[in-house]
């Protein structure tokens, strides 16, 4: 029955659009040759969800536990205590999940802990061989950001900071060139809106 | 069943159950599913892995090969169990194995299987990394840690409105596991609040309980990837 009544509507698109107000369909031409390929509520769809996506903080950790660079984007409440404090409480929970992960895990891993969420936010975490840790705290609409992270690092941070004779890998990041540069990545994710308010 | 599970590559498999009150410890456990990837050789005098008493047991920390990898404990010696870094007759396992006159032997290796002590305190660290997930959280009124994804497993945790915790490990595939949760709350309400015997906060030893717990863990493994359970 649904079945010959789409054939139906089909047919009276095909005609000349007449019905194409009823619809909701905004067509360049009058006549549609083929079927839309994307329906108007899916594009309505994608914008909402554009909306509703974004990041709210990134930290950079060493191996040794410093906080060697935090950025914020769209934050609504902070922790209550003080900017050290938050870095240290942050390192210890990511810490102590590795740990929680490499017990828990039923069959040998590669990655190992990858992400975590709550009914707010996403945390996303990339680790390097080397002990360099990147947290990325975004919306709960965001999928697995990995190779963004793996961008930061390599085309970053690498780049701008390991490659810096003047950058010590062992202190935060002064860098102002690190921080734009990070920054406007950011900014042009595709899960990035900077929220009004 | 398990046979179909391990041709898919185990697509539809929930590994494990942990019920943990509200001050953290750990009321209940239940092992569905533990894949594993032990290997047993035999080896000759002197032995070319280094081994170390690591957490009360003898691990593999240097010279992986042949599927032995760094991390792995002792199981077993010429197919005797051992317990922790002592041998069944209370030898210590390195001196066993650094004696040339006791070899060949066959030394089964494999990932350490968890103590219940051990699963305790996991359960206890999760129940705090579970209240610091809210803390830390960039927006208001956050829960804590929900979800939690690896590259082999995924956690869901469920916290009630009394505060008790049901935490189900699964494949990351799996589907499903939500009303799997909510499924428990509700055999944990029927078979263990119910049950006159049963203290709360706890552990849980209500044959029911278990009867019924397996069943939904059947039932939501065979329901995983086509739709949720009712």
Redesign the interface.
């Known amino acids: 029955m649904s079945h010959s009544a789409r054939l139906h509507t089909h047919t009276h698109r095909q005609r000349g659009g007449k019905e194409g107000g009823r619809n909701g369909e905004i067509q360049g031409g009058r006549r549609s040759d083929k079927p839309a390929a994307r329906t108007p509520p899916q594009a309505a769809q994608r914008s909402a969800g554009v909306e509703e996506m974004t990041v709210h903080n990134l930290y950079i950790f060493d191996r040794n536990g410093i906080c060697l660079h935090y950025s914020e984007w769209n934050r609504k409440k902070h922790a209550g205590i003080s900017r050290d404090q938050e870095y240290q409480l942050m390192y210890g929970m990511l810490f102590s999940i590795r740990s929680f992960v490499n017990k828990m895990s039923p069959v040998d891993f590669r990655d190992g802990f990858l992400s975590f969420q709550t009914s707010k936010y996403k945390l996303h975490y990339y680790e390097t061989a080397t002990g360099l840790k990147i947290v990325m705290n975004t919306d709960l609409g965001v999928g697995n950001i990995r190779d963004i992270l793996s961008q930061i690092y390599s085309t970053i941070f690498v780049e701008l900071v390991v490659k810096n004779p003047l950058c010590s890998l062992n202190e935060p990041i002064q860098s102002e060139l690190f921080r734009t540069k990070l920054d406007s990545f950011v900014r042009g994710l595709p899960f990035f809106s900077a929220r009004a308010g | 069943g398990r046979e179909e599970a391990g041709r898919e590559g185990a697509a539809m498999v929930v590994?494990s159950v942990y019920v943990v009150n509200k001050a953290g410890g750990l009321v209940y456990q239940h092992d569905n599913?533990?894949?594993r990837?032990d290997v047993e050789k035999t080896f000759s005098y002197p032995l070319d892995l280094v081994l170390k008493v690591y957490d009360e047991r003898v691990v593999v920390s240097f010279g992986q090969r042949d599927g032995i990898?760094v991390g792995y404990a002792v199981l077993s010696v010429n197919g005797m169990d051992v317990n922790g870094r002592y041998m069944t007759d209370n030898r210590d396992v390195l001196e066993y194995l650094n004696t040339s006159f006791n070899y060949p032997l066959a030394i089964r290796f494999g990932?350490p299987r968890?103590t219940s002590n051990?699963k305790l305190m996991?359960a206890s660290?999760?129940h705090?990394?579970f209240a610091?997930?809210?803390?830390?959280?960039?927006?208001?009124?956050?829960?804590?840690?929900?979800?939690?994804?690896?590259?082999?497993?995924k956690?869901h945790c469920f916290q009630t409105l009394t505060g008790i915790k049901f935490i189900v490990?699964a494949d990351p595939r799996q589907a499903g596991i939500d009303s799997l949760l909510r499924k428990i709350y509700e055999i944990y309400s029927d078979y263990a609040l119910k049950n006159p015997f049963y203290s709360l906060e706890m552990p849980i030893r209500c044959d029911l309980f278990e009867q019924n717990l397996k069943v939904a863990l059947e039932v939501a493994e065979k329901a995983g990837t086509i739709g949720t359970t009712s």
């Open positions: 590994f599913y533990s894949p990837s990898k990932r968890l051990e996991l660290m999760f705090s990394l610091i997930g809210s803390q830390l959280s960039p927006e208001p009124g956050s829960s804590g840690i929900e979800v939690l994804e690896t590259d082999t497993f956690l490990l």
